[in-house]
């Protein structure tokens, strides 16, 4: 067999091959003798039928199967042969089996294209440093004081300080039996935590239990209103609510106040000055993070633009079904479907198809740059980094790494550590200047509009 490569542009090949008719005939030969031995002809008993009638009869259905038999079976042992990555099956462009001539066939396929990186040293980079939002602080702390609210009883108290009606914040369970319109509604053990309205069972409850007497618990009362509109279904607009209300308990919400005591009752620290500084020096960490991950993509970006190429496009069809496919289950997670918000597949795959090409291209320009600096991974850091992961979660690191290895996940893990040796490479090579993120400046045609509505 002999066979060329010619590249026929950067993500495409062609191959030729050739097949001698030495190695043909014999196979050739059997085909049609084993036809020859099922084959009912008329005048000729099963397996007497001669050569040249074979030939006449099923010779071209024959050549045909050879054909296609020889095709699959030279094509993998030429990409072997020239160490050709095919990213996709071939496409047969002509074919040609012929009694007593060589079996030549030509056929196209993609590759990756062959880069050879060029400038990625010395690439200006532009990293913010690192802030803190104090809104983000006070989100922190509010979230520490919703894990330190407690639900009480309500104590019983005398005299004109005594708390006799419910407020915001109190918690009732209750059982619920009536209407809302003509459909019947119950419930059982349900929470009703007044003054709040997100999650309501039935739209507008916890403002008809606004006045409720604590006295109520252990008894019943009647209730009617109209839920708002907004926030029930359109069967339901304008129609009533008719409920008997079975109060069963009545708790308050208890919030720790923003002092040092609840900065201990969270053991974190000792007062609320040290509380909020850890809290802000841990959101100083991640914005650091977070701004050296928008400076590694700036640096790609750059990268990218000094190293022009296009991908394969195989390469960006399965990126592009991919995130599609990660998109679908993320939503299904969700209990939704791509109809449910408005779309559908090839919708998705088209608004997708821009990130999934930068991607490809990240992926294959950050690779060629690996290969020339001769960067990798050794096998004993990927198994500290399995050793790590199963310490986390309570695993243990050789069953790990077997589930991992199973189900693909120590490739990615390998891709992405490499990936991250790459990027400190590059970063330790950049010029990075440590700068705030521009100010967007206004247009001065809003300007002079601003200016023209004002006068």
Known sequence: MDSQIEQITPVECRVRVTVPWTEVSPRLDT????????????????????????????????????????FQETFQTAMSKHAANPLTQ????????????????AARFEVAPELEP?????????????AVDEDKVAAELTKKQEELTEMRP????????????????????????????????????????????????VPGLSAAMADF????????????????????????????????????DVRETVVPELDDEFARDTGEADTLDELKEQIREKLREEDMETAEREARQRLVEALLERNEFDPAPSMVTREVNAQVDMFKRQLSQQGLTLRQIGSNEAQMAENMRGQATF?????????????????DVSEEEIEEEVKQMAEAQGQNPARLRATMEKDQRLLLLRAQMREERILDFLMGEADVTEAPDPVEEADEDDESKSDTDES
């Open 359 to 375: 991607n490809v291209k990240a992926f294959l320009l950050l690779e060629a740059i690996r290969k020339a600096e001769s960067i």
């Open 31 to 70: 085909k049609l003798r084993t036809l020859g031995r099922k084959a009912r002809v008329p005048g000729f008993r099963p397996g007497k039928v001669p050569p040249r009638v074979l030939e006449k009869m099923f010779g071209k259905g024959a050549r045909a199967e050879l054909a296609n038999e020889l």
């Open 118 to 130: 060029k400038d990625y040293k010395g690439v200006p980079v532009r990293r913010r440093p690192a």
């Open 213 to 248: 007497e604590l006295s109520l618990v252990g008894k019943t009362r009647e209730v009617t209103f109209t839920p708002p509109e907004d926030r029930v279904k359109p069967e339901f607009r304008g129609a009533k609510v008719q409920l008997t209300i079975a109060a069963r």
């Open 90 to 105: 071939p496409t047969l462009e002509s074919s040609s089996l012929e009694k007593g001539t060589d079996f030549v066939y």
């Open 154 to 201: 309500i104590e019983g108290g005398e005299g004109e300080d005594a708390r006799t009606k419910t407020q915001d914040g109190d918690v009732w369970t209750i059982d619920i039996d009536g209407t809302i319109g003509d459909e019947p509604l119950s419930r059982k053990d349900l929470e009703i935590t007044i003054g709040k309205t997100a999650g309501e069972v």
